[in-house]
């Protein structure tokens, strides 16, 4: 146990220390756009914590590397694709990209489909568009990218420990024995008992795919030019939407007993507590998404904001405090990608263990 500890310590170190130079990289973007334009705190913020059509890693213009991703677009005419290099790093909606008979511009990361003769989108008072639709947008964004590298690293590493186990009956070492303690770690400290004994390999699948999936997004977020995927609340949203769906599918006649017409108290209450133990039915994944998203954001925020500050204040003397602060917080959010991965599994276990639970009648 003492051994399992150290290593686990000497892991989460190793990666802090490995990732800490990157910060230095990460802050590349403010100190070209400083000689040109007033620098905007805001605006770079959110761009390092939002979605984009492109996955972009540094520099500015047609200067920048941004890796192109395709942009696909359902409209009133059918479907339309195109790669997002033809905007050519605009996001003013100022350059026009003509598709089937169509002219399409990206304004804010928003595409819209420009009516004939328009040249730009015109926004009433309340920003709605006067002569431009957004058409249905389902393009592979840099999010929606960073999902699927996680997936394939997933997929990567665990048929690598399968196959491995298939060929040797002693146990792994180096990377895989990472995994294997990590998948343990699942099953001994969250299945097993929020789930209990005769029922947690149902949901060991969901759980552990939640857990890892959660973590390797929050290290990759955590590198430079990486997406902030768990940052993004139509993420979380789903994540909290799976977790509510196996609640509803396999909650016993017990759980929804207690939560429908409680035993064991007065009658006139029982009507007034159903109405609580719904509502809990939806907060409790609600709950869920919202930490993982507010946790993650915040994190990313506060990285970004200490780094502004030198650009803000216009003065090399405060990268002596805010470098220091930064670098602390990374190392902090290290821990944090880890912390807020076992917290999402360990509740939904929980949930789950309360909807499958069986419950003994006096």
């Not at 789903?238 to 599918?249: D, E, H, K, N, Q």
Request: proline fraction near 4%; charge should be negative.
């Amino acid at each position: 146990m003492i051994a399992h500890k150290s290593f686990k310590i000497i892991v989460t170190l190793t990666l802090a220390f490995a990732l800490l130079p990157f910060l230095a990289f990460a802050s590349a973007d403010p100190v070209e756009n400083e000689t040109e334009e007033k620098f905007n705190p805001t605006d770079m913020i959110l761009h390092h914590i939002g979605d984009s059509h492109g996955w972009h890693f540094f520099g500015k213009g047609d200067n920048s590397f941004t890796l192109p991703l395709p942009v696909i677009l359902w409209t009133e005419n059918g479907l339309v694709t195109f790669m997002s290099s033809e905007f050519h790093h605009d996001t003013e909606g100022e350059y026009i990209v003509e598709k089937d008979g169509m002219s399409f511009v990206n304004y804010h990361e928003t595409i819209y489909k420009l009516e004939d003769g328009a040249e730009t989108v015109v926004f009433d008072e309340e920003h709605h568009p006067q002569n431009a639709s957004a058409p249905l947008d389902l393009s592979i964004t840099k999010n929606v990218a960073a999902m699927f590298l996680t997936v394939i690293l997933m997929i990567w590493f665990f048929f690598g420990l399968a196959g491995f186990h298939k060929k040797n009956e002693h146990a792994p070492k180096g990377f895989n024995n990472v995994l294997e303690t990590l998948v343990l770690f699942v099953r001994d400290e969250i299945a097993k008992p929020q789930i209990g004994e005769k029922k947690y390999m149902k949901f060991m699948p969901f759980l552990l795919t939640v857990f890892f999936f959660i973590w390797i997004t929050n290290l990759l977020g955590l590198l430079p030019g990486a997406a902030n995927v768990t940052g993004n609340i139509a993420v979380t949203v789903s994540l909290g939407l799976f977790t509510l769906a196996l609640i509803v599918m396999n909650g016993n006649k017990d759980y929804w007993k207690h939560v429908f017409w409680m035993p064991g108290i007065p009658t006139f209450v029982k009507p007034i507590l159903a109405v609580v133990e719904v509502l809990g039915v939806f907060i409790k994944p609600i709950a869920l998404m919202i930490r993982l998203f507010a946790n993650i954001t915040a994190g990313h925020i506060i990285i970004l904001s200490l780094l502004g500050l030198i650009f803000i204040l216009e003065s090399a003397g405060v990268a002596g405090i805010s470098v220091p602060f930064a670098l602390f917080i990374t190392i902090l959010e290290l821990l944090v990608a880890f912390l807020q991965a076992f917290i999402f599994t360990m509740l939904s276990a929980l949930f789950i263990g309360m909807a499958v639970a069986e419950h003994e009648h006096h």
